[in-house]
């Protein structure tokens, strides 16, 4: 049973590179997310999508896009990238419902620095 | 807006009982969860409050009060595993669906 998948796990990118991170979950899951982890911080939302063809801003959205790309898939694309978005990345889905708490399933995490 | 706070480091000897607490400010809110996150791992759920008082699940226990927008954590017979990071979170609603907000988390040290 996979749960939520992402790749890369590690990733070394020169600053103005550009990468998409890919997500999947295979629980059938309405809500995807995506998050970015610093050193002695929380998660701060980057982006999420509620359903399938629907994606929103999150707290720090600058600097990246998603997309979509149906139920199971959800990717996240630096298009130039830059040292201040050197970070861990989670990948997160769930039911989305309240009723089934909000309960989110994390992917292993994408280890990203930008030099 | 919205906020928590939560302690950054708590320390406890292997065996005793430790309480973290959270304190949160938040619109459209429905109830208030725990995660646990271990050094270069992932975060996994541990419990969720939607209503005000006690949810126990084997040795965690985490309590809500929606009045006081206050709940807390409570882990007992502290074992050297859980030593990791502890996030509170809120879920509240927006636009099309619910979000789950994170505290910075709370790092717990369980010494021998």
């Known amino acids: 049973n996979a749960g939520v998948t992402q790749t890369p796990k590690f990733q070394v990118l020169k600053t103005g590179q550009s990468m998409t991170l890919q997500c999947a979950q295979d629980m059938n899951h309405n809500s995807m997310y995506w998050y970015r982890q610093d050193p002695g911080m929380g998660l701060r939302l980057i982006y999420y999508s509620a359903s399938e063809g629907t994606t929103d801003k999150g707290e720090v959205p600058n600097g990246y896009n998603v997309s979509r790309l149906n139920k199971r898939e959800f990717s996240l694309r630096l298009e130039s990238a830059a040292p201040s978005q050197t970070s861990v990345y989670f990948c997160?889905?769930?039911?989305?419902?309240?009723?089934?708490?909000?309960?989110?399933?994390f992917g292993a995490g994408t280890r990203l620095s930008v030099l | 807006g919205q906020s928590l706070e939560q302690p950054s480091e708590v320390t406890a000897v292997e065996g005793a009982i430790v309480q973290i607490n959270c304190t949160y400010q938040?619109?459209?809110?429905?109830?208030l969860s725990w995660y646990q996150q271990h050094d270069g791992g992932a975060p996994t759920f541990l419990s969720y409050?939607?209503?005000?008082g006690l949810e126990e699940t084997g040795r965690f226990s985490s309590f809500l009060s929606r009045s006081d927008s206050y709940g807390y954590l409570l882990l007992q017979e502290l074992q050297m595993k859980d030593s990791a990071s502890y996030f509170c979170a809120v879920l509240g609603s927006l636009t099309g669906g619910f979000k789950t907000i994170f505290g910075a988390g709370t790092r717990l040290f369980v010494k021998a």
């Open positions: 409050n939607g209503l005000d």
């Open positions: 938040t619109s459209g809110f429905y109830g």
């Open positions: 997160a889905s769930s039911a989305g419902t309240a009723l089934a708490k909000n309960i989110q399933y």
